[in-house]
């Protein structure tokens, strides 16, 4: 196992999200726990030591499981991390109650980790709320020794974040993006690589393998693969491509069966990061992925100065690309959605067409943004 410094510590390159147990009847709020057991077995003996986890995953089972698991172990032995659940405004004046709660799941006295979940466009303005205290109350759990370590995830964009940091980025010890080869130019994962560094913040990474999209590819980008690295598997050029990018220090899978665990095990076995050429390809399979399933768009604005609704359309249409690309498992642009105006959604074009007569692109937009609020239930 590759290992990382972090301050006085050296955390596993791969961590074990716990955001992806395997379930018994497709029922996420019934975790399989004897199979879970064997996986934390196998990565304990690995050397994985860096278990993440967070109150709403499996409708809030997954705390209580990790708990129960990682209580045979030494507290010494691993580093645990869990968050508090920003994603539901409605916690924001329960962080004390909620932190407490969590304790008592994970069954520790202290947090190794602790995170600011999910910074983005619709919590961001609570997150900073000092009505709220949470930034006051972690930073005094932090001062007690029952969180070691602060930091935050983000699933907003690079102005979201950059406003988060600089309300609270001082005392930010270390971020968690998602970060992949596919949203290294979707998502402008390079652009939140690049912030990261510049305020000196370690990297985290969700999402390597964006959920399993990339770990199964059109037959003819396997085959561009298998010429450049014969010996490699498909999932784990997603994580030699990590592995390629400075200042990542966890790596964070959701594994949801032996099999995957043991091919990222053999994978972290050691580093073989992508050189130029390689990296290259990979992006480049990436660009021919997003082409084939999102609009073109360049964001040049014409439609909005023709839009007697004065809707945002370079926006709405980056959500659509996000909600077609995740599928099922989009939650992005719902919840970027949140934060736009009532009168600004998809469902407020009116189909007058003003748009679509002036885009370079040739982009029918009133389809696409009528399409886009069917997706959401907005229609």
């Given at each position: 196992?590759?290992?990382?410094?972090?301050?006085?510590?050296?955390?596993?390159?791969?961590?074990?999200?716990?955001?992806?147990?395997?379930?018994?009847?497709?029922?996420?709020?019934?975790?399989?726990?004897?199979?879970?057991?064997?996986?934390?077995?196998?990565?304990?003996k690995a050397g994985i030591n860096y278990y993440d986890t967070a109150y709403g995953y499996h409708n809030g089972q997954s705390e209580i499981v990790v708990g129960q698991l990682l209580k045979k172990y030494p507290r010494d032995s691993f580093y645990l991390a869990s968050k508090f659940p920003g994603y539901d405004l409605a916690n924001m004046p329960k962080v004390k109650e909620i932190f407490e709660e969590q304790l008592?799941?994970?069954?520790?006295?202290?947090?190794?980790?602790?995170?600011?979940?999910?910074?983005?466009?619709?919590?961001?303005?609570?997150?900073?709320?000092?009505?709220?205290?949470?930034?006051?109350?972690?930073?005094?759990?932090?001062?007690?020794?029952?969180?070691?370590?602060?930091?935050?995830?983000?699933?907003?964009?690079?102005?979201?974040m950059k406003k988060f940091l600089d309300a609270y980025g001082e005392n930010m010890e270390f971020c968690q993006i998602e970060l992949n080869y596919f949203d290294y130019k979707f998502q402008?994962?390079?652009?939140?690589v690049e912030l990261l560094n510049e305020y000196n913040i370690p990297i985290w990474v969700m999402e390597p393998v964006r959920g399993g999209q990339l770990a199964s590819l059109p037959d003819e980008a396997v085959e561009r693969l298998k010429a450049a690295r014969p010996d490699e598997k498909v999932p784990a050029w997603a994580f030699r491509f990590i592995q390629s990018i400075p200042n990542v220090t966890v790596t964070l899978s959701g594994m949801s069966n032996m099999q995957q665990l043991k091919d990222n095990i053999a994978t972290y076995e050691e580093s073989r990061p992508l050189d130029k050429k390689?990296?290259?390809?990979?992006?480049?399979i990436a660009d021919a992925m997003i082409a084939k399933t999102t609009v073109s768009c360049t964001g040049c604005h014409y439609c909005v100065s023709h839009c007697p609704k004065k809707l945002d359309i370079p926006l709405l249409l980056k959500l659509y690309n996000e909600a077609v690309v995740s599928g099922s498992g989009e939650f992005i642009a719902p919840m970027a959605l949140a934060s736009i105006d009532s009168d600004k959604q998809p469902e407020c074009c009116i189909g007058c067409h003003s748009c679509s007569k002036v885009c370079p692109q040739q982009i029918h937009i009133p389809e696409i943004l009528h399409s886009f609020a069917e997706k959401m239930g907005k229609a």
């Open positions: 196992m590759i290992y990382n410094e972090f301050q006085d510590k050296k955390l596993s390159a791969l961590g074990m999200g716990c955001m992806r147990f395997p379930v018994l009847d497709k029922d996420d709020g019934k975790i399989d726990v004897k199979t879970a057991e064997e996986m934390f077995e196998c990565a304990m008592g799941k994970c069954q520790v006295e202290y947090f190794d980790f602790y995170l600011f979940h999910n910074v983005c466009e619709m919590n961001i303005d609570a997150y900073l709320d000092p009505k709220y205290g949470i930034y006051d109350y972690l930073m005094e759990q932090k001062k007690n020794g029952r969180i070691r370590h602060l930091g935050f995830s983000a699933h907003g964009d690079i102005d979201c402008n994962a390079r652009g939140k390689e990296t290259e390809l990979i992006l480049d």
